[in-house]
């Protein structure tokens, strides 16, 4: 009988960071801020920046091979690469061909997603939807961003926040019912009249490049911080809640909650609203701050590796961003 392929399941688990280490105490001989200033607003200490020699292509393929060694496949077996962006090497092509060359994972479709922040988890939602048609038997979904590249760095309200760094997963289909890392489901959100709260006004057809966008620094992150503060909370609850109940589950059926990495104290009212206590939510703001489409394939790798996944917990990524965006996944490990 011809095997139904309708489960998709996280096979592996990669991310990469930079070495350089960028702390608070730096950021004070830059900007007119404090190291209290930031811990106690974000729960950020330190974050870390690429050289120049590293573009997000290198990050990602980084991550990519962490996480193909992980599933113990080759680049040759991927048959699709989806990196999720907001600081593409380049307008295009895409950084997911880059990152196919550079693997050389000669046989896979490539395309990039942009959902701001929320791109890791539709992203995985995407490759989910490509697998489960079968037509597609190998993905590799990456996110990754050097928003080091776009950040204002004398604009201390944004230029603390942010940092660079790529995490990665392999998700394969399977003919199995339940395997282990089963995607069990998602929910994407959007809202198109929330754009201009969280934007890189400049680069881009509306405003392309020229003398004035560069002098009045538009290619960088423009952003309301108190209006995405309290979307966010909300958004991340309802999403938690809204993609565990397409599955069937509740918020008392969680065993890890995998959230963006924006600020600490989003992270913890939003756990508060759902009533997840703090030892199952990873975190790793402190050390990263937030990266953006890298910040939950980075968590959930550490947290694989750290032993936090038992076999048939129940955890679930969620994230907020740009756009407005917003969304989750639920996975059985
Ligand atoms: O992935 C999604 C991307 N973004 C986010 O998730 C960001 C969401 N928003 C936030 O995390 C918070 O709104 C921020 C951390 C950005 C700001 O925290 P806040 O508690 O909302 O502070 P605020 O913007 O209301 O600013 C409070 C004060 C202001 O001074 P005045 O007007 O009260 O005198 C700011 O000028 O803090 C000042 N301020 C700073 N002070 C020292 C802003 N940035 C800094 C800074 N150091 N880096």
């Excluded at 399941?9 to 004070?28: A, Q, T």
């Excluded at 560069?214 to 309290?230: C, E, F, P, T, W």
């Amino acid at each position: 009988m011809a095997a139904v392929l309708t489960t998709t399941r996280l096979l592996g688990v990669g991310s990469y960071v930079p070495d350089k280490v960028l702390s608070n105490f730096d950021l004070e001989r830059m900007v007119d801020t404090t190291d209290a200033w930031i811990v106690e607003r974000t729960g950020i200490r330190e974050r870390r920046i690429a050289p120049e020699s590293m573009a997000t292509s290198d990050l990602a393929t980084r991550a990519a091979e962490g996480a193909l060694e992980f599933a113990g496949r080759s680049a040759s077996e991927v048959d699709l690469i989806i990196v999720a962006t907001v600081t593409p090497d380049m307008m295009f092509p895409s950084t997911a061909c880059l990152v196919q060359r550079k693997l050389g994972a000669s046989s896979a479709a490539a395309f990039d997603v942009n959902a701001a922040c929320t791109g890791f988890v539709y992203a995985v939602a995407t490759a989910s939807a490509f697998l489960s048609t079968g037509s597609y038997r190998l993905a590799l979904v990456i996110g990754a961003d050097t928003l080091s590249r776009i950040t204002d760095w004398t604009d201390r309200a944004t230029c603390v926040l942010f940092g660079d760094g790529a995490g990665a997963v392999v998700i394969e289909s399977s003919s199995v019912n339940a395997p282990p890392g089963e995607i069990l489901g998602s929910y994407l959100a959007a809202d198109g009249t929330g754009w201009e709260v969280l934007m890189q006004p400049a680069g881009g057809s509306q405003m392309p490049a020229s003398r004035e966008t560069v002098d009045a620094r538009l290619h960088s992150i423009k952003m309301n911080g108190n209006q995405v503060y309290k979307f966010a909370v909300r958004a991340m609850g309802n999403a938690v809640k809204e993609c565990l109940s397409r599955c069937g589950l509740t918020c008392d059926d969680l065993d890890l909650l995998i959230p963006h990495q924006a600020n600490m104290r989003i992270i913890e009212a939003a756990a508060q609203r759902l009533g997840v206590p703090e030892s199952k939510v990873v975190v790793n703001i402190d050390r990263y701050g937030n990266m953006s489409s890298a910040s939950i394939p980075v968590a959930l790798d550490e947290a694989v590796r750290a032993g936090r996944l038992e076999s048939g917990d129940i955890g679930v990524m969620v994230a907020f961003g740009g756009g407005l965006t917003w969304g989750a996944t639920a996975f059985r490990w």
